[in-house]
């Protein structure tokens, strides 16, 4: 071969290499990309119920539902930001509380990140949808509930109560999450009313 010219069947050929290879990883990143990050996720979840009150009480204040009991915390190391409280009659039912980067609430990105949010909680994994929102006040300032519908990894129809507003020490989300049929309306305008 001469110097200078090129060699389009070598090009061709690192050309297929390339797209084999990035076909093969997008491949093994759909197959083995969800549970590596489930794995990832559950080893960072403490269970342990005092702590995890502990760690709720500092982004809010309120009352338990009946039933309700925190449950777990995220433990990211330096900080302690999510806190998960369960029903322990419906284990599938419960509340999560997350401190988020302030100023996110009353932007135009504050529905994004309350859709996305809402979607992977712990090992729980959601194919929902806005299906109406509903003004509340949260700790005396108006604040909006974003009611999702749809379904759980198993399948289960779930629906979820989805908001946002300023906390004890910045912004928090808030998800309230249960099966259609398990939905108690009155538990979530009370437990909503409870917050201080």
């Not at 988020?100 to 949808?129: C, F, M, N």
């Not at 604040?143 to 198993?154: K, P």
């Not at 979820?160 to 507003?165: T, Y």
Request: net charge negative.
């Amino acid at each position: 071969m001469k110097q200078g010219k090129i060699s389009w069947k070598r090009v061709f050929i690192l050309l297929g290499a390339l797209v084999g290879i990035c076909l093969i990883a997008s491949v093994a990143l759909f197959i083995f990309g969800r549970p590596v990050a489930d794995a990832l996720r559950a080893r960072l979840w403490k269970t342990d119920p005092k702590l995890a009150a502990q760690v709720a009480h500092q982004m809010i204040d309120y009352d338990l539902p009946p039933a309700y009991q925190e449950l777990k915390f995220l433990d990211m190391g330096s900080s302690a930001d999510t806190v998960m409280i369960a029903n322990l009659e419906q284990p599938a039912d419960f509340i999560l509380i997350t401190q988020v980067p302030d100023g996110i609430l009353a932007t135009e990105y504050q529905t994004g990140v309350e859709e996305k949010w809402s979607r992977e909680i712990s090992e729980h994994h959601y194919d929902t949808h806005t299906v109406s929102t509903q003004a509340v006040t949260v700790r005396g300032l108006p604040t909006t509930l974003r009611i999702m519908e749809g379904t759980d990894e198993n399948g289960r129809p779930i629906r979820q109560g989805v908001c946002m507003f300023t906390g004890k020490s910045g912004d928090v989300l808030l998800v309230l999450v249960a099966g259609q049929d398990t939905w108690d309306q009155t538990m979530v305008e009370q437990f909503l009313q409870s917050i201080r």
